[in-house]
């Protein structure tokens, strides 16, 4: 099993960015699948997160209606994308993508983590 994050940079407020996590393995590509983020010093929070099918979603308050979470599906291979819009300082945060079996909503706990990819979003 296996994720990994990519596509974070620095950007300034009001920029786009995308996000993609390839998340391999058996055990998680039937799973659903969740973005989180960490500021620093800060707890790790819920971004968006998609059902198996990708038939549904759910966002944080903040990031609804800015961020979009998709996925595509492929054998034993999941393709996750977080699509950010209309970013805002407070948008600046570790992010990462990850995946859970059984839960959807609540996400938490997820069964895999990937590694983070860094978003940083100047004034």
């Known amino acids: 099993v296996q994720l990994q994050a990519s596509g974070g940079g620095l950007v300034q407020a009001g920029d786009s960015l995308r996000l993609s996590c390839l998340a391999s393995g058996r055990p998680v590509s039937n799973g659903n699948m969740g973005w989180f983020r960490q500021a620093p010093g800060k707890e790790r929070d819920f971004v968006a997160a998609?059902?198996?099918?990708?038939?549904?979603?759910?966002?944080s308050d903040s990031t609804k209606g800015r961020f979009t979470i998709s996925r595509y599906n492929a054998e034993d291979t999941v393709y996750l994308y977080l699509q950010m819009n209309n970013l805002e300082p407070e948008d600046t945060a570790v992010y990462y993508c990850?995946?859970?079996?059984?839960?959807?909503?609540?996400?938490?706990?997820?069964?895999?983590w990937g590694k983070g990819t860094q978003v940083t979003v100047s004034s």
């Open positions: 990850a995946a859970n079996n059984l839960r959807y909503r609540p996400f938490l706990p997820a069964d895999y």
């Open positions: 998609i059902s198996k099918s990708g038939g549904s979603t759910y966002y």
